[in-house]
């Protein structure tokens, strides 16, 4: 019997720790960098951390679970590009998001975009895959939606 509940110990645990291996950036200059290395597209994710309701929501039901985790890693580069009302933010990273929140046209949190980037004669160009927000029905349900807009590109 503790045989049994070690194994199911260790494998809920390396779900666990898959989900905390993501690695989301916060500076775009180096998730662009990341992306052209890797040939993956840009998950954009618009947020209020501390005072969106949908974003925490989002964050709980999708991009915390195991299932996002395992889905990210093969698929996107993660950036996260908050807008705290209460944490504290470098004045560069507070400008950087200030200007792709212009850049995408957001209206409202949460908010995220798919993206490949390019980079011509010094300027950045962003190609929009597709966005999406808070989708009802876990996980599963997201993840088709982003797995419509990954296969378009």
């Known amino acids: 019997m503790k045989k049994i509940i070690v194994a199911l110990l260790l494998f809920a645990g390396s779900f666990a720790v898959e989900a905390q291996e993501l690695v989301w950036e916060t500076n775009v200059i180096k998730a662009m960098d990341v992306s052209n290395k890797t040939k993956k597209p840009m998950l954009l994710f618009f947020t209020g951390s501390d005072w969106c309701g949908w974003c925490i929501r989002l964050q709980k039901e999708v991009l915390k679970t195991p ?6 890693k093969e698929n996107v580069v993660l950036v996260e590009l908050d807008y705290p009302r209460k944490a504290p933010q470098t004045p560069e990273i507070k400008k950087q998001n200030d200007e792709l929140q212009q850049v995408f046209a957001i209206q409202g949190f949460p908010t995220v975009h798919f993206a490949n980037v390019t980079t011509v004669d010094g300027k950045v160009n962003f190609q929009g895959l597709g966005s999406t927000g808070y989708v009802a029905g876990g996980p599963s349900a997201w993840l088709a939606v ?8």
Do not use: M, T, V
């Not at 982003?146 to 590109?153: E, P, V, Y």
């Open 146 to 153: 982003a797995n419509g807009f990954l296969q378009k590109k």
């Open 67 to 72: 299932e996002f985790a395992a889905w990210a």
